[in-house]
T-cell receptor
Framework: GNSVTQMEGPVTLSEEAFLTINCTYT??????LFWYVQYPGEGLQLLLK?????DKGSNKGFEATYRKETTSFHLEKGSVQVSDSAVYFC?????????FGTGTSLTVIP | DAGVTQSPTHLIKTRGQHVTLRCSPI?????VSWYQQVLGQGPQFIFQ???????GRGNFPDRFSARQFPNYSSELNVNALLLGDSALYLC??????????????FGDGTRLSIL
């Protein structure tokens, strides 16, 4: 079947620290992979995506590389800001259906 | 341009009642998908509609139904509400039926509470 596993949170970092949120997946076929971010009281916003193996998605200083050999799509950012505090969801898309991980809450403290 | 809009933003119902949630996609988007997000979990796929036809269905009981109108807006209906239906219901729209290169844009959701 299809599923996504994310590292459990919550994650608390100091401003300017390095961020890694791990994501691994199980999928039939060749899925596209996504990271979405959810701020309190809001819906999900697309952060970045990768549609095939070895693609790197990047946006707002965040990046993730589609690794087929390790079935992973880890999210990284070199220097987090307080405004990055949110819940981050890893997701895969196969066919017409998205499968989301359970989310990782990130809090960045000044 | 307006994003995906959902109504109402909050709703309180009791067990056994029926509820209708509404979604208007981004202008020009023809695909609408519905998701249920239980507190502390990731969204779970319920339905996808494209050009008024159901294109995908998640693992939800028949109490859940949906439809899409000629203007591409959509309704999600849930009958015989259970306490476990309490969740944030998210609507997402995209240009076409397949999303690999067409990211889904999410609304802010409808918070449904069942008493």
């Amino acid at each position: 079947g299809n599923s996504v596993t994310q590292m459990e949170g919550p994650v608390t970092l100091s401003e300017e620290a390095f961020l890694t949120i791990n994501c691994t997946y199980t999928a039939t076929g060749y899925p596209s992979l996504f990271w979405y971010v959810q701020y309190p009281g809001e819906g999900l916003q697309l952060l970045l995506k990768a549609t095939k193996a070895d693609d790197k998605g990047s946006n707002k200083g965040f990046e993730a590389t589609y690794r087929k050999e390790t079935t992973s799509f880890h999210l990284e950012k070199g220097s987090v800001q307080v405004s990055d505090s949110a819940v981050y969801f890893c997701a895969l898309l196969t066919g017409n259906q998205f499968y989301f991980g359970t989310g990782t809450s990130l809090t960045v403290i000044p | 341009d307006a994003g995906v809009t959902q109504s109402p933003t909050h709703l309180i119902k009791t067990r056994g009642q029926h509820v209708t949630l509404r979604c208007s996609p981004i202008s020009g988007h023809k695909s609408v998908s519905w998701y249920q997000q239980v507190l502390g979990q990731g969204p779970q796929f319920i339905f996808q509609y494209y050009e008024k036809e159901e294109r995908g269905r998640g693992n939800f009981p028949d109490r859940f139904s949906a439809r899409q109108f000629p203007n591409y807006s959509s309704e999600l209906n849930v009958n015989a509400l259970l306490l476990g239906d309490s969740a944030l219901y998210l609507c997402a729209s995209s240009l076409g039926a397949r999303g690999e290169n067409q990211p889904q844009h999410f609304g802010d959701g409808t918070r449904l509470s069942i008493l």
